[in-house]
Structure formats: C-alpha cells, structure tokens
C-alpha cells in the first residue's frame, strides 16, 4: 500500500478499540517476570555459555602485548577470543568506532577480549588475570578547549551544515532589543535498565541472535556486514526490550563478541554487557555549547535568530546539532544556523531520545525567556506573537501539516494557573522555599519509515499479526494490536501480536519518533490486504464492506469472518513524494514549577505539566507513560545528569548509576500529560504521529526558566547543580 495523498475520512475516524486508553496486553508477562528478555531467554537454545567482555584501559594508543595464559587456565574457562588475534571486524550502520579486533585502541573501554566460560562467575574472574600492555598516545580529550577551531559538520550532499535566509547580520544589528548569549550541555549516558545483552549460537553457516535492539532490519544487515556473511544466514529475534533510547538502534559489542565467541567455543554464548562498560564502551550523547542571537522589534516580534551549535564525535562528524528545531519553531524572516563538530577520542556520541531536538531545546527555550525579559513581556505571549503561518520559517516552499503549538501554550496556561507566576523574578516565598514558574515550546519532527507487517486468518476468527516491529517499552505490541481489531473488526482479545523476530516482515523498528505512526500504518495495510483476500475468497468486495463484531457486511450479505477459513496476507506502508512538500510536526507547550531553598540552592520540582499536539492519539495511557517518562529525562538533563570527563586520560568517570546520577520517585512529584484533538491527514492513514521523543523536548528549560523565575538567577551551563549557582543567592533576612 501507497500512502501518496492526504488521508481522508476512513474507519479510524469511528474507532471504537484505537485511541481508547487501553491497558498494555504484554503488561501481565512483565509484571510477572514471564516476558523474555535478552540473557534471560534460556530456553531458546541448550548449553548456553558465559562470555564477558574486556575493556580497554587506555583511551588511545595501541595493545603491545596480551598475556591470557593464566585466564586459559583458569576453571571453566571454554575460550578466548582477543582483538590482537582477530582481523578488526566491519562496520554496521551508523558505527562511528571499531568494535572489536586489532591492536590499535580508539577509545577507553573498547571492547579488547571476551572469555567464555561455563558460568559468568568464572568468566568474570578468568577475565580479571589478562594481563595487557599498552603503548599510549596522546589523545584529545578536553571539549570546550578544541571546539572554537572546529570546522563546519558535514550536511546534505556533503555539504557544510549551514543555512542561512534573509541577511542575518545586517537584521541583528539594526534590532532595537537584542539577545547574544551561550548555552552548555552535558554528555549524558542513556542508562537503560536493560544493559547490552545478546546470545548467539550457529548452526553450521546460519547466526542466530537473540538480543536487544531496537531496528531489527538494521541490526541484520549490520551483522551481515560485520561480520561477512550473507545476510540470508542472519536471524536476529528481540521480542521484548528493556529500554534502549537510541543506544540500541545499532549493533554493538555484546553482539559481535557473542558471536565470536559462539564460534570460538563451538556452542551458544550468551552476554550481558556489565553495567561500568555500559557509558565507555557503547554510545552516549555528546555535550554541545550553543550561542543564540535573537533580534527583535518593541512589540516581540523577531526579525533575526541565529542559532550555533559546537558538538564532538570520534569520527570528527555526526555530532549532536542542537539547532535542529530552531529552522522550524518561530517565525522571523532573517535567520542562520550552523553545526560545527570537533574530533575527540572520547567513546562514540551517537542517537539518544531526540538527538538535537533534546539539547537544542534548553538553549533555545531559555533564550526565548531572556528575549522576554528584555522585552518587559510574558513569555508565552512572546511566543504566540512569533507564531509562523503556514509555512515553514525556514523554507517558505514547505508547508506545515498541523500545528496547534498557540493552543497548547493557552491552554496549558489555563490548566497550569499562568496567571499566579510573578512576572518579577524572585517574589513569591513559602517559608524557606523560593517558588518559581516556566514555560518552554516543544516542537519534534514527526517522520515516518517504510513498515510491513503480516496477517493470518485462523479457523477460529483469530488474528495474528507478525512484524520485526520492536517494543522497546513503548506498547507497541497493543498499539498494533488496537490496529488490527480495528481493521478486522474483532474484539481486541482476538488479536495476536508476534514481534521482533526478522523471519518476519521489515517493519519501521523503534527510533526516531517514527514507530508508533509507521508501524501501525504497515499493520493496517497488512489487514487491508487480508480483508481483500478475504473478500476474493468469499465473493465481495471488501472496500466497501463493514468488518464489525466478527462477521462482515457486503452488499446485502451477512458472513461469519470464519466462513473465510484461514488465510494470510502480507504487505506494507510506503510514503509517497507528497510529503516532501510538508513538515511533518509535533508539538507540545511545557509547564514547570520549582521551589528552591534560600538557604542551601536545593531545588525541587513541584509539578510538570506537558499538553502535546501529536495528531491522534492510538492509545493514551501508553502514550501518557511515554510523554512522562521523557519529561522524567528532560528533568534529569537539566539538574543532574552528566557523564564527567576524565580530560587527562580521555574517560567518563562516573560510568555506573552510582556516579552518574538519574531522577528518582522523590524528584518527580505530580506530572500531568494532556493530548489535544487534533490529527495530522498529511503523516499516515491513521493520522497519528509519535509522542515519545517530544515529551523530552521543553520540559528541561521549563524547569531552567522556573529556577530563574525563583530566584533571579540565570544558569546558561547544564545541568544545573547547586554549586554554579549557590554563591549568587540572594541574601535573606
């Protein structure tokens, strides 16, 4: 099925099972520990053996020599594959740094050997007595040092990432009210719960692994890649992820070595990266530091914004470009971005939930506000007044889909209690507390992917529908099946959802905010294609017929949907050229409240408040959890999280969840999640969009701008730790 046109009025505009908050229907196999997770599925395959992984204690330089005799004869001990032994595998999609194999070391705790052993204890300690030399170079560690003389980052066509409409400077200079201010973001660790975990076993030239990825499409040709095999004798099965946030979109070490190591050892090898090699050894997102400039006349309106953005990566491209939304958020007819990355050897930077959008928020967001405050004008005001009109700020030539950010921002005013914030910072005090308000826009990209799903008919009026569609914490098992009772017209406990196995059709996979939309629409065509088998078989046309209930209404017939027997069907979504004509959005107005202690610049959250603009809503207590579970992210970005750079020896330190530290219940009072009416005919036939990333897009400089409004202090550095602002409290009586 082509989606080449603007959806119109179809069944889903009577739903009666999508949109209906629904319980989660694999929420009773996790609540009672029977979903199988990646290195707990120990009944797919026998004699399963214990790999762990080495890592490098360097971060750059190269292995000398590599003593593994004692660890050879340690007990238990199967095999041993090292990287000095082994030709340096390929690269997989979107593999900025070497996985595994060779002398030279790239980064700090790159993967350098893994033992195989009949119990992870003896592994684990076989492991410990390898002993390694290692020549060290110098390497290039210190971020904020190199970043002025980074050069442009590479954009479309290999281009420089830079754009430009109207004439910026001239617009800046001539602007009676003006803002020029830099902005701060950490490195940050996605610290899913679920750590990299992965079996593998061979079956003469065919790998199989069971593991944790998010895109199993990718993850197949990847390995075919890697490794050199024919992508036929790959199969990747991932039916239940315990979070990835982008770390899992691509493969990494804990696959290669478990496939490595299954060879080596001539049995199935099972890994479950531990947690201290979690932040070094794979991905994170990489710090930024922006500069904002905006121009604006007396009455708010912009007439100039530029937005920098400085980001690093170990490849020297493919940074973290934090001006990813300002081209599309406010109106203004002069305007330049540009994206610089800098070299590091620092460990690979790569996706985390919305990359760019995430970090470029907090700078963008908190400039608006100081934009405001130099205008003596409300923040929110300040923001409808720069409401674009349909089109995009920066290509008049594309068009907006559906955009209803002025009604989340005056409605979540209303709902929030707008009106009680004290326009002068630093007025309002409950005790020892300083109480603050803010606001923050939120806008994500709303993309979707080709996704093919397959439908079965069985005997007794079940369906089943198979897809390598993940779930990676999202719901993606109900939403899908919502999808198909609604198509199938049958109750939803007569819909199977078989996922994550790549036997089945290539779907979107989970990423991007694309997941929920793009999967969901390749179920509907799947279903549509077996609603026409089924009406060829039985002598209807099924376009026009009603599938309710379990029976089917054609022309004046009235048939049992068993009467068709068992069939199957099998299709996908594709996306037609007229979407380039459009932005595809979503967007969200983000409410916060902070008390801050006069006394020792402690600061709570008191409530968050988030009201999306994400077109239909396919299930809304899922897509609530994921809304809330963002801002929880966005929180932490702005208060606590940062992996702290070790600039001598090129290292995060605080590589665990001791160190590096997450929000938790206490930190996250009363979170409110509203989701408008709205839906966008220009994403999908379903006209719903994802709402999983957007929810990390506001929230963060929401809080900054709250902390600001408390106590009149503005941080420009993430997080926002006490002690970079504790000395300028204000006195108190």
């Not at 989606?3 to 009672?32: E, H, M, W, Y």
């Not at 007990?75 to 390929?90: E, F, H, L, R, S």
């Not at 079956?203 to 490794?227: C, H, V, Y």
């Not at 078989?498 to 905010?513: E, H, T, W």
């Amino acid at each position: 099925m082509k989606f080449d046109a603007p959806a119109k009025a179809n069944l889903f505009d009577q739903a009666k099972i999508v949109g209906k908050s629904t319980p989660r229907i694999d929420g009773p196999l996790k609540t009672t520990g029977q979903a199988p997770y990646a290195a707990e599925r120990h009944d797919v395959i026998a004699n399963q053996a214990y790999g762990f992984v080495v890592g490098s204690a360097i971060a750059k330089g190269r292995i000398a020599a590599m003593d593994t005799s004692l660890a050879r004869a340690a007990p238990g001990v199967i095999a041993i594959v090292t990287a000095p032994d082994t030709k340096p595998v390929g690269k997989g999609m979107m593999n900025y740094a070497p996985l595994f194999g060779g002398s030279d070391i790239h980064h700090y705790h790159q993967a350098i050997a893994c033992v195989v052993a009949e119990s992870f204890e003896q592994a684990r300690a076989a492991a410990a007595l390898i002993r390694t030399d290692y020549v060290r170079d110098k390497g290039v560690f210190d971020f904020p040092a190199v970043a002025p003389a980074a050069p442009l980052a590479k954009g479309q066509g290999g281009k420089p990432d830079t754009s430009s409409q109207g004439d910026f400077a001239a617009a800046f200079a001539a602007a009676p009210v003006k803002l020029d201010a830099r902005y701060s973001t950490a490195n940050e660790s996605h610290s899913m719960m679920e750590p990299f975990a992965t079996i593998a076993a061979w079956e003469g030239d065919r790998l199989t692994l069971w593991t944790s990825n998010q895109m199993i499409a990718w993850a197949k040709q990847s390995m075919s890649k890697i490794l050199g095999i024919d992508p036929a004798n790959v199969r990747v099965d991932s039916p239940y992820i315990g979070g990835g946030f982008g770390g899992k979109l691509f493969v990494r070490a804990d696959a290669v070595l478990a496939a490595l190591g299954a060879k080596a050892a001539g049995r199935p090898v099972k890994i479950a990266v531990q947690r201290p090699l979690m932040a070094n050894n794979a991905t994170h997102r990489q710090a930024t530091i922006q500069r904002i400039r905006i121009g604006a006349e007396h009455d708010g309106r912009i007439t100039a914004i530029g937005h920098e953005n400085w980001s690093s990566n170990i490849n020297g491209t493919d940074g973290e470009d934090g001006t990813a939304q300002t081209p599309k958020v406010y109106a203004g007819a002069n305007r330049m971005t540009a994206n610089h990355v800098a070299m590091l050897d620092l460990p690979e930077g790569n996706a985390m939930r919305a990359p760019g959008e995430a970090p470029g928020h907090l700078a963008l967001e908190v400039a608006i506000d100081e934009l405001a405050e130099k205008l003596g004008m409300d923040p929110i005001e300040l923001r409808i007044r720069n409401e674009p009109e349909g089109t995009v700020p920066a290509n008049a030539n594309q068009r907006i889909s559906d955009r209803n950010l002025v009604r989340c921002l005056r409605e979540g005013a209303e709902r929030f209690g707008w009106t009680q914030r004290s326009a002068k910072p630093g007025q309002r005090r409950e005790g020892a507390w300083l109480i603050g308000m803010g606001v923050a826009a939120g806008y994500r990209g709303g993309p979707t992917a080709t996704s093919g799903a397959r439908a079965r008919l069985g005997t007794d009026g079940r369906i089943t529908i198979e897809t390598d569609m993940t779930d990676i914490g999202t719901g993606s098992y109900t939403i899908i099946a919502q999808t198909a009772a609604e198509t199938m017209g049958v109750p939803l406990d007569r819909v199977q959802v078989v996922l994550g196995d790549s036997d089945f059709p290539a779907s979107s996979g989970s990423g991007g905010q694309w997941g929920a939309a793009s999967s969901t629409a390749g179920v509907y065509a799947a279903c549509v294609a077996l609603r026409r088998a089924i009406g060829q078989k039985l002598g209807f046309d099924a376009d026009s017929a009603t599938f309710a209930d379990g029976r089917i209404d054609a022309g004046g017939r009235r048939m049992a949907l068993t009467d068709a027997g068992a069939l199957t069907a099998e299709d996908e979504i594709s996306f037609g050229d007229f979407k380039k004509g459009y932005d595809v959005g979503t967007y969200a107005g983000h409410f916060a409240e902070v008390a801050v202690n006069a006394y020792t610049g402690e600061t709570r959250i008191r409530r968050m408040l988030a009201v999306c603009d994400a077109g239909r809503i396919l299930n809304p207590l899922s897509a609530r959890s994921q809304v809330i579970g963002a801002m929880v992210m966005s929180a932490g970005s702005a208060l606590m999280e940062e992996l702290a750079v070790d600039t001598r020896f090129g290292f995060f330190v605080n590589h665990d969840l001791a160190g590096y530290e997450v929000p938790v219940h206490a930190d996250i009072p009363h979170q409110e999640c509203i989701f408008l009416d709205t839906l966008d005919p220009v994403v999908s036939p379903l006209k719903a969009k994802g709402v999983g990333e957007l929810g990390i897009c506001g929230p963060g400089s929401a809080i900054a701008n709250a902390i600001y409004n408390a106590t009149g202090i503005r941080v420009r550095d993430y997080p926002l730790t006490l002690d970079k602002y504790l000395d300028q409290m204000p006195d108190m009586a």
